[in-house]
């Protein structure tokens, strides 16, 4: 009986462990978490990797050098009137031999300048790279921003729906002793099955936030994110620094200058691409039994073609890389300065809105003292309960508008990079 016990005590601990641990021992990601799951988990980085894999192996195929040529010629007469008096097929002296051994001569300017476009071109890449990382931590950062709107407004309803469920049931009570009338009662019901459809569809759309978030993270495990206003300190508190740091991080720009460095290096791999590349070798030849051995060198004669084609195109490139650079930074000044000034109006209006909130719910418990002890009325109570409400929602909207502003900045400075890097 005392084993049965014990095992049943086990099982019904065990339970009650994994419940707990579930309901109560779930991590909450913070911003900066959620971004650096998205950097290691992300489906769409683990695919554009690839364009670094394959810049890589460019590197490789520039730095390899022409490999020589091996030629072998047979001949052999095939009408016998010709052959040699009282010789027969296989006799050498109806055949010839060629047997040529020869290379492409890669001069010395070409070489350097094929390995420096192909590290170049590498570069471009790692680039590119980090600057799709960007955007899709800027995507990450706003789905995140997603959910936690989905969640505040699920728990700001959630509240509402609270306060007005104890005083459902407390009407409900004096009803019976007549205390209160059945309008009042019915009043109070009424909003409070309106906060619980609220409920349901708050609930819903904090369930489609989050599968999209998961796609985005690339993980099929459960999360929640943390809803505190914990804004981590990578801004500098000046806007030339704010700037400063958009020129050296953002990584578009970063892509275009290495854009313009490879356009200057194509320029001079073409130029040199306009000497031909000769080809020397050597050949044993024999012929009717007589031994030759030669020496051989072809080249083009470069009379009309000078790659002048190519060359032009690199300079177009040139020049479109320099206007690139030019509009870049331009756009990232304006971006900068509207995320700062919106940064900053936000900042202000949300440390403003806290007291405005706090007397809210002081006029609201007061309110609801007062009518619990019959000194005001019900509709007092619902105008003090929808104010309440309105408030929340108010200060929700300015908290909701700072944490936008906030990504907003850290996306325009590039900084957004850095924060996924980082570690707590």
């Not at 990797?49 to 460019?58: K, M, R």
Request: charged share 20%; net charge positive; hydrophobic share 35%.
């Amino acid at each position: 009986m005392l084993s049965l016990f014990s095992t049943k005590s086990i099982i019904v601990l065990f339970i009650f462990t994994f419940f707990f641990n579930s309901l109560f021992g779930q991590k909450k990601y913070s911003l900066q978490e959620t971004l650096q799951i998205a950097k290691q988990n992300s489906p769409t980085l683990r695919a554009e990797i690839f364009n670094i894999n394959f810049a890589e192996a460019d590197v490789l195929t520039a730095r390899l050098k022409n490999n020589p040529q091996l030629q072998y010629q047979f001949f052999q007469i095939s009408n016998h009137n010709f052959w040699e008096p009282g010789t027969r097929r296989g006799t050498y002296r109806n055949q010839q031999y060629w047997v040529q051994l020869g290379k492409d001569i890669q001069l010395p300017h070409q070489y350097r300048y094929k390995k420096e476009f192909a590290n170049k071109s590498l570069y471009v890449s790692q680039k590119s790279f980090s600057e799709i990382q960007r955007n899709l931590f800027y995507e990450t950062a706003n789905k995140w921003l997603d959910v936690w709107i989905a969640q505040k407004r699920l728990d700001i309803i959630q509240q509402a729906d609270k306060n007005l469920d104890t005083l459902v049931y407390v009407n409900k009570l004096r009803l019976q002793k007549q205390a209160v009338t059945q309008t009042d009662f019915l009043r109070t019901q009424l909003l409070s099955e309106q906060y619980k459809l609220q409920l349901k569809t708050a609930r819903q759309n904090l369930s489609n936030e989050l599968r999209t978030l998961k796609r985005l993270l690339g993980t099929k495990d459960s999360i929640t994110i943390d809803t505190t206003l914990n804004i981590p300190s990578t801004l500098p508190a000046q806007f030339p620094a704010l700037l400063e740091q958009a020129l050296i991080n953002r990584t578009d720009l970063l892509t275009a200058k290495g854009n313009l460095e490879l356009s200057n290096t194509n320029i001079n791999l073409q130029k040199s691409l306009a000497l031909p590349q000769p080809n020397v070798g050597f050949a044993f030849y024999l012929e009717m039994g007589m031994p030759y051995l030669c020496f051989l060198y072809t080249t083009d004669l470069p009379f009309v073609n000078r790659n002048q084609g190519e060359i032009r195109k690199a300079q177009f490139q040139k020049t479109q890389a320099e206007r690139t650079i030019y509009a870049i930074e331009n756009r990232i000044q304006t971006e900068v300065i509207n995320s700062y000034s919106t940064y900053s109006l936000q900042q202000r209006n949300l440390e403003s809105f806290r007291n405005i909130l706090q007397q809210s719910q002081r006029i609201l418990n007061n309110v609801k003292y007062s009518y619990l002890r019959g000194g005001t009325t019900i509709i007092d109570f619902l105008e003090a309960q929808r104010s309440w409400l309105d408030t929340r929602q108010q200060y929700f909207e300015t908290e909701m508008e700072f944490r936008k502003a906030y990504i907003d900045l850290l996306n325009s400075t590039g900084l957004i990079n850095q924060l996924a890097q980082e570690k707590k």
